[in-house]
Nanobody, 127 residues
């Protein structure tokens, strides 16, 4: 199981941008899928985006297309860029990962697909 740590959250005004980071070990030494989720109190954890390090494909929730971008910054870090932030984006953002093998081409946004989770970083969007 990997140890994951999120960072980059904070308080911003509507229309601003944030760059969230998920730091972990062995992203380039083995193959992983890495995803971002978010959650607000009283609601279920919501998938945002996933990246497959084996083939580089990405997947986005329908509601996340356009303003969110996931990428591998380096061998040990995955980035979630968020632009045009809205108050509705306020939540705790989590990253998650799962080791995969050759031939795995999927990149799901399902909680059950992952076995490593960070503690989360808080994003607050307000005037």
């Amino acid at each position: 199981q990997l140890q994951l740590e999120e960072s980059g959250g904070g308080t911003v005004h509507p229309g601003g941008s944030l760059r969230l980071s998920c730091a972990a070990s062995r992203f380039s030494l083995d193959n992983y899928i890495v995803a971002w989720f978010r959650q607000v109190p009283g609601k279920k954890r919501e998938g945002i985006s996933c990246i497959n390090s084996l083939n580089g494909i990405t997947n986005y929730a329908d509601s996340s297309k356009g303003r969110f971008a996931i990428s591998n910054e380096n061998k040990n870090r995955v980035i979630l860029q968020i632009d045009s932030l809205e108050p509705e984006d306020s939540a705790t953002y989590y990253c998650a990962s799962k080791r995969i093998f050759a031939g795995y081409t999927s990149c799901p946004l399902a909680i059950v697909a992952f076995d490593s989770w960070g503690q989360g970083t808080q994003v607050t969007v307000s005037s």
